[in-house]
């Protein structure tokens, strides 16, 4: 099923498994505790020259990252994102904001 990720100047479109589209939510939140944990190594730090962890590029590459590592991780259907870098978001999708 597809799901808008909106972020400030974009929208980007992922298409999930049906069921997980039930719970989307609180994936979302269980995704972000993860990805600000400073404890957690992941590509999505953004660091200082000395490697000092700055701050977070929140991307729909984390979300989708995050459910396949996580959730789908056993699971035959993957995450992907569908489109990326839209103006607009179909209002009848589920839809997360950022």
């Known amino acids: 099923m597809l799901v808008n990720l909106?972020?400030?100047y974009y929208t980007d479109i992922i298409n999930?498994?049906?069921y997980v589209v039930n719970k989307i939510?609180?994936?979302q939140?269980?995704?972000d505790?993860?990805?600000f944990n400073k404890l957690n190594e992941h590509e999505f730090?953004?660091?200082d020259e000395s490697g000092k962890k700055e701050g977070i590029g929140i991307c729909s590459?984390?979300?989708v990252y995050w459910l396949n590592e996580f959730i789908l991780n056993e699971n035959?259907?993957?995450a992907v994102i569908v489109k990326r870098n839209l103006k607009n978001y179909d209002a009848s999708l589920p839809t997360l904001f950022y």
């Open 16 to 18: 999930v498994p049906d």
């Open 29 to 31: 939140n269980q995704c």
């Open 76 to 78: 035959e259907e993957k």
């Open 6 to 8: 909106v972020f400030d």
């Open 45 to 47: 730090w953004i660091k």
């Open 33 to 35: 505790k993860w990805l």
């Open 61 to 63: 590459e984390a979300f």
């Open 25 to 27: 939510k609180k994936y």
